[in-house]
């Protein structure tokens, strides 16, 4: 059975729902748009039941906007439709991701089975030095030591799709990520076979509206796990 593609995208972004369908036409890749929820002029009623503000302020040390809610709302959504078919693993992608042809190797491989979560594009990951295992001839796939950013572009398995639904519901952080995601484990391919366009002012459907400055957040040193964060980025190298 084909590995499903869902490409999340708000309804009226045409210009990235056309160059995501050439891009992925052009590797071959059949997908289908999840339209996305719209929070530009705030979110919408019927949204507000399905999340926690202030357990968001609390957890990011300030609050998220509307935007930020949508975009991880959408995601949710991405996730009920995946555990909603029979497909044992799945490819999410964003309208604004840029893959390669390195895509296609790793599909090839099957190397969405080796962790129910694996990031084809990420920021500021870290990884533990000499970990990993080959996927493709030029393709590595390496656990994630510590969270990272960026869900632009990532396979799940159902597991994985489940364990991520019960961390959002309802919605109380970025849709990267809505917890420690090396607990799934998470991987992380390298070199990174999706991109990301620079953000230019204007282009953000997620930056207006973003609170700029954190509060404290005084009570993540109160958590067991941050100290095992600590340690790992300690020992670990950053490879995005």
């Known amino acids: 059975m084909p590995l499903p593609v869902f490409v999340i995208s708000l309804p009226d972004s045409h210009a990235r729902r056309a160059a995501i369908s050439d891009a992925l036409g052009g590797l071959g890749l059949a997908f289908e748009f999840v339209d996305a929820v719209d929070g530009r002029s705030g979110l919408p009623a ?114 994985g799709a489940e364990w991520l639904l019960e961390r959002t519901r309802p919605v109380s952080g970025t849709a990267d990520w809505p917890a420690d995601i090396t607990r799934l484990p998470a991987m992380v391919v390298d070199p990174q076979i999706v991109h990301h366009p620079r953000v230019e002012l204007g282009q953000s459907t997620i930056a207006p509206g973003r609170a700029t400055r954190g509060g404290h957040r005084w009570h993540r040193f109160l958590d067991p796990s941050y100290a095992r964060r600590v340690w790992r980025k300690m020992r670990s190298e950053r490879i995005s």
Request: with cysteine; proline share 7%.
């Open 46 to 159: 019927d949204q507000e039941p399905c999340v926690d503000r202030q357990a968001a302020a609390h957890d990011l040390g300030r609050p998220m906007s509307d935007a930020e809610l949508a975009t991880a709302l959408s995601h949710v959504l991405v996730y009920e439709r995946f555990l909603a078919s029979a497909h044992e693993h799945a490819l999410i992608l964003e309208d604004d991701a840029v893959p390669t042809p390195d895509l296609i190797a790793f599909l090839d491989a099957k190397g969405y089975t080796a962790a129910p979560l694996v990031l084809l594009h990420h920021l500021g990951a870290r990884v533990l030095p000499h970990s990993g295992t080959r996927v493709a001839e030029t393709l590595n796939l390496r656990p994630l030591a510590v969270p990272c950013f960026r869900a632009t572009a990532y396979t799940l398995s159902r597991g």
